[in-house]
């Protein structure tokens, strides 16, 4: 009985620690279920919930004191520029109201409606009245678009001594000895990778109007395009990475593989210009390793910006100094935004500080700054707010519990803190990367519809043909017009003078021409 006594504390010390052990494996297993929790919460939000990341703009203030501080003396600037503001926007509000005018630049048929002669006697006197004006107003018709045929008719001339036959040379066409002319090639390309309608659609559309055109056929044409015009995207490509900064992001985009019985996932990446390099450039991959952008990016020096993905580490470790990593405000924000469900008081007060960087913003534009003076806006304003944001998270982090989804927001912003200060040190650089994300929208509503590439070549041709479309509605071009033209003239144009087929410097010769 002695030596059991003499055990007993020995017994009760093993006892606790594997209650210990058993309290942190459930511990573990109750934080796990609470991240794959968080998880469904966030997919069935993307499935079935709003798209917008929108915040209840009573609730963002609810924590926060320092912020409604920030707020009150926003709201108390001088009564004389809140007026002027309040001015312009009521003038925008009268200048937008009513049904906008028909462009000027569309056909007027003139169609007349008169009174007959009888009816053009006054009824008092029946004395001929005259004519003292008119009333004109304007109706919007549509014609569908029509095929016709073009006969290519080159007469031929003999010798009468039988010395030989000449004949007028073929001009180059876009399909060498092909059926299509650049204006159908356009409106395929245009109605695929800019309006998202996938081919067999098209097939349909021209099957209502008597010309059996298959998808497979369509197909080709496309491809035959995407390498004619190579040289365009190669040159955009290379003007496009001049820029000071550029920004880029990717989507996945199944594509068929004859060596599967399913579909695998290519990438489609897309490098946004700054405003004195205006194009949208998209590149294919057949995965999402790091190769595909450091490869595209080979030749760049400047501000990359882009979220946190790690295939984009090497690049920025193995070149440091050549391109610098600017991170994007609007990921930090979706990520204290899904961190609401578990933590509304911290991602609520973070919520509303990003809220106060985005005024800023918006102030900028409103102003319409240069890059000098917002970045001054940027040094008096957003600086503050950032110290502030910073200061806060390295005192809520030891609070949180660890691998929580609050901790996840949190390390990812201090992780890449000084990335996502740089916009605040350049006023060319902007507080987020949207700009990509907004030019990724095309492919993925163009996924929806044609579902699939066909092949990698198939992923190359629609990066080609999505590349000429997105810079020229960026630019406000027509792209049926632009890519009518180009696939006109690419064959037989000069490569030395390949940057008169550029978007722009296309756009600004016509209109010197036109004027």
């Not at 469904?40 to 501080?69: C, S, T």
């Not at 059926?179 to 990778?193: D, E, F, I």
Request: aromatic share 8%; glycine share 6%; charged share 25%.
């Amino acid at each position: 009985m002695e030596i059991d006594a003499l055990n007993l504390p020995e017994e009760a010390g093993l006892l606790r620690q594997i209650v210990l052990q058993l309290l942190g494996v459930v511990d573990e297993k109750d934080r796990l279920l609470e991240r794959v929790q968080h998880q469904l919460q966030q997919l069935l939000r993307q499935r079935y919930g709003p798209k917008r990341e929108r915040v209840d703009e009573n609730q963002l203030f609810l924590f926060a004191a320092q912020i409604i501080a920030a707020a009150q003396a926003k709201a108390a600037e001088p009564e004389a520029q809140g007026s002027r503001a309040s001015g312009t926007t009521r003038r925008a509000h009268v200048k937008g109201h009513g049904r906008k005018s028909l462009p000027a630049s569309l056909e007027r048929r003139r169609v007349v409606f008169d009174l007959e002669e009888a009816q053009r006697q006054c009824r008092d006197c029946q004395k001929p009245m005259q004519r003292i004006g008119e009333d004109v107003s304007e109706r919007l018709e549509f014609v569908p678009a029509s095929l016709y045929v073009i006969e290519e008719v080159r007469p031929k001339y003999a010798c009468a001594s039988g010395c030989g036959v000449v004949a007028a040379p073929k001009p180059a066409a876009a399909i060498e000895k092909g059926l299509p002319g650049p204006g159908l090639l356009a409106q395929v390309a245009v109605s695929k990778y800019g309006d998202h309608l996938p081919l067999y659609r098209l097939e349909s559309i021209f099957r209502r109007q008597g010309v059996e055109l298959s998808r497979q056929t369509m197909c080709d044409w496309m491809g035959a395009c995407a390498e004619l015009v190579s040289p365009v995207w190669e040159r955009m490509k290379q003007v496009m990475l001049s820029s000071k900064a550029v920004q880029t992001d990717d989507t996945p985009v199944p594509v068929l593989d004859a060596e599967l019985t399913h579909t695998r996932t290519g990438r489609i990446w897309t490098y946004v210009g700054d405003r004195n390099h205006p194009y949208i450039v998209y590149d294919y991959t057949g995965n999402r390793r790091g190769q595909g952008p450091a490869e595209f990016l080979r030749s760049y020096r400047g501000y990359l910006q882009a979220d946190a993905y790690p295939g984009y580490d090497a690049m920025f470790k193995n070149r440091y100094g050549e391109l610098i990593e600017v991170l994007c405000w609007a990921h930090v924000r979706r990520y204290f935004y899904e961190a609401q469900a578990k933590d509304v008081a911290r991602a609520t007060v973070v919520l509303a500080y990003v809220g106060l960087l985005y005024d800023v913003e918006r102030e900028a534009r409103d102003r319409q700054l240069n890059s000098d003076q917002r970045l001054a806006l940027r040094q008096a304003k957003s600086r503050p707010i950032l110290d502030d944001i910073k200061n806060y998270l390295e005192a809520e982090k030891p609070k949180v519990l660890p691998k929580s989804p609050i901790e996840d927001a949190i390390d990812y912003t201090l992780k890449g803190w000084a990335a996502l200060l740089w916009y605040c040190q350049d006023g060319d650089l902007e507080i987020d990367n949207n700009g990509a994300e907004r030019s990724l929208r095309s492919i993925v509503i163009g996924r929806k519809n044609w579902l699939f590439y066909g092949s990698d070549v198939g992923g190359r041709t629609g990066a080609v043909l999505s590349t000429l479309i997105a810079s020229c509605k960026r630019q406000l071009i027509d792209p049926f017009a632009y890519l009518r033209d180009l696939f006109a003239r690419i064959a037989a144009h000069p490569q030395s003078r390949l940057d008169e087929l550029l978007p722009d410097q296309w756009m600004a010769a016509r209109m010197t021409t036109s004027s």
